[in-house]
Structure formats: C-alpha cells, structure tokens
C-alpha cells in the first residue's frame, strides 16, 4: 500500500487489530452469529471447530445467505 505513511507501515499488525472479535462454532446459526456481531458491535466473528479457528464470517456473509 502505497498510501500509508513511513510511520504506519512501521507499526505491527497486533497494534491495529481488534482482539476480542468474538467466537462461533461452527454448527452456530445465522441467528446466532448475527446477534453476537450486533453485540459486540464487530463486522465478523471467527468460527472455531473444537477451539481451532477455522474460518471467519462476515456481516457481508450474512446478508448474502439471509438475501
């Protein structure tokens, strides 16, 4: 990204993320997954099969199956 300043592309990915996104398993509902992003107020939540990440859903992911 040529955009960002020599200051930015300097700091680390960690200080810029959010880190309590919220977890799903993966036999969650929409319902399910939907209300906890309302929650927490986040656009994904990651899903985790026996306490592995593996995946991420998206408010975008949502709609798309709700539309």
Known sequence: MNDLSPEAEAVPVADWM????GRVDVAASIS???????????????????????????????VRVLA
Do not use: F, P, W
């Open 18 to 21: 959010s880190q309590d996104t």
């Open 32 to 62: 399910e997954v939907s209300l906890l992003m309302s929650q927490r107020k986040h656009s994904c939540v990651i899903v985790c099969e026996q306490d592995k990440a593996v995946g991420l859903i998206s408010e975008r992911d949502v």
